[in-house]
Structure formats: C-alpha cells, structure tokens
C-alpha cells in the first residue's frame, strides 16, 4: 500500500507554511502522495485585518485545501506542523483536532504513523512542549509516533529538537533546516510505508 500523507498546517505568517511545503516536497520525493492541508482560521477576521503580516499570508494561501474529515479518512499518515502558543499548539489546530472525536472514536486514527514541527519566536519559546503536546494526542488516538530522534546528523545542524523539526521564527530556513524538515518527512513516509505493507 503507498503512503498517503496528509500534511496539516495552521501558520499565521508564513513560517510554518514554508515548513510544511518543504515537507510535501520531500515527501513525495519519497513515494508518498502527500496532501498539503490548512486548518481553519478561528481568530475573529477584525483581528486578522488587523495585523497585515497575518491578512497578506491568509490572502496569499486562500487556495490551499481546509483539512478535513475525509482528507483525515484518506490518509494513512499524518504530519502536523503549528506554531506553539504558550507551550503548547495554536489553538486553531487544536480547534481542528477537537473536530475529531467521531472519526477517533470509530479507530479512525489508530495505527497510523503521525509526526508534528512547530515554530515559536525564540529557541526556547515551548517547541519542544509544544511537539509533546501532539504527540499525547496521537498516543490517545492509537497513533504511532514517528519523531525523527539524532537519526541524522542535520538534526544537530538544526537546532538539536529529537522531538520534531522546531524553528525559530523570523529567520530564514537554512539549507540545513530544509534538510532537517526534509529528513524528518521521510522518516516519516518510510516509517508509516512499513506499517502499511
């Protein structure tokens, strides 16, 4: 069976959505079918309009797909990648997840191989809180999770985070950053194509 990876993302000015491209790309360098997917925005639209970095970069992906249950149903992987707010995920993706009851409960989720990146603005502004926090929800789903550890050098190239690729936004993604988030996408497609066989 081929790996069909949904890749979900929330981003309010860019980073994450650079993050999660450069994991599609690799992904299906991979093998994998992989769908790019945006959560819904929860924040009122007076507060977006507001803050022009953040209304530029909602105009800019209005074509990207909004996740949803039967992308979730499609798939038989899962990468989440959301900036942390206050140590743990933006809550418009945990308004996603929490979409989610009836497709988990239904074992939906179960044994599929689920990896999550995040970003905050300084190097230690909850990342790896925040990487954990997905990870204790794909534990209760019956999720296999698939971090990518010290398995390649670029890791420690790359902020050192065994937990998920974590940036610190404002900076631009260096070649090793891209290889980090590239390494961690295939681990991921390796992984969850053996859970699949």
Known sequence: MSVKLAIIYYSSYGTNHAMAEIAAEAARAAGAEARLLKVPETAPAEVVAGVEAWQAHA??????????????????????????RFGVMASQMRAFIDTLGGFWAGGGLANKAVSAMTSAQNPHGGQETTLLSFYATAIHWGSIVVAPGFTD??????????????????KELSADDREAIGHQARRLVEVAAKLNA
């Open 59 to 84: 105009r800019k992906t209005a074509a990207v797909p909004t996740a949803s249950i039967a992308d979730m149903e499609w798939a038989n992987a899962y990468l989440f990648v959301a900036p942390t």
């Open 153 to 170: 050098p670029v890791i420690f190239k790359a902020g050192g985070n065994p937990y998920g690729y974590s940036h610190t936004s404002g």
